[in-house]
């Protein structure tokens, strides 16, 4: 079955701190991951996507196939990084997000 | 200025009256998507469409129904609404796949729905 894990429903860091959120998948072909991130009253925007191996932010994102997991990293989380992060997973092969299966998500909170 | 649009916004309904949740994109995007959001579950897909006349079934789809009779437009329409779809409800819109990597899913703003 085709599934996102997100294991931390919140996480809080103080600001320069590194943070990781986590994200496992499931899925029986090869996957196409996605995080996308939603700041306080603002849409869901995406924020990068594993094909594209890009930094954006600060963040990164690296696909173990291995691990079945897909971690966001920054090595410096800064206050404007708060927001809540969903990791998304395509049910398409193909590169569309038109169809995807969001994590539960996590909330990042950076305390000054 | 590329977009998805959804209203209203807030919506307080009362069990059973039958509602209407519009959702319109103006990038002749083929996909389109709703998703309900809501604490500790996180977005769950509803319905999704391939494209005019196509649509199909997501996770959560029990209670809703959609229609796709033009690419701008996808409906969600909620015939006897139960307390238990209150929630927040999102639109989204995305190209057809293999031209999906340049172009990400674009969320309406979201329409916060309140069943009595």
């Known amino acids: 079955a085709q599934r996102v894990t997100q294991p931390e429903k919140l996480l809080s860091v103080f600001k320069g701190a590194p943070v990781e959120l986590k994200c496992n998948y499931s899925?029986?072909?090869?996957?196409?991951l996605f995080w996308y991130v939603q700041y306080s009253r603002q849409r869901l925007q995406l924020l990068l996507r594993?094909?594209s191996r890009e930094s954006i932010k600060g963040f990164t994102a690296d696909l173990n196939k291995g691990e079945t997991s897909f971690h966001l990293k920054k090595p410096f989380a800064q206050e404007e990084d708060s927001a809540m992060y969903y990791c998304?997973?395509?049910?398409?092969?193909?590169?569309?997000?038109?169809?995807?299966?969001f994590g539960k998500g996590t909330k990042l909170s950076v305390k000054p | 200025e590329a977009q998805v649009t959804q209203n209203p916004r807030y919506l307080i309904t009362v069990t059973g009256k039958k509602l209407t949740v519009t959702c319109s994109q103006n990038?002749?995007?083929?996909?389109m998507s709703w998703y309900r959001q809501d604490p500790g579950l996180g977005l769950r897909q509803i319905y999704y469409?391939?494209?005019?006349?196509?649509?199909d079934k997501g996770d959560v789809p029990e209670g809703y129904k959609v229609s796709r009779k033009e690419k701008r437009n996808f409906p969600l329409i909620l015939e006897s609404p139960s307390p238990n779809q209150t929630s927040l409800y999102f639109c989204?819109?995305?190209?057809?796949?293999?031209?999906?990597?340049?172009?990400?899913?674009?969320f309406g703003n979201g329409t916060r729905l309140t069943v009595t």
């Open positions: 469409s391939m494209n005019v006349e196509v649509t």
């Open positions: 899925y029986s072909g090869s996957p196409e």
């Open positions: 998304a997973l395509s049910r398409n092969y193909g590169g569309s997000q038109g169809n995807l299966i």
């Open positions: 990038m002749n995007h083929e996909y």
């Open positions: 989204a819109s995305s190209p057809a796949p293999g031209t999906g990597y340049n172009s990400p899913l674009h």
């Open positions: 594993h094909i």
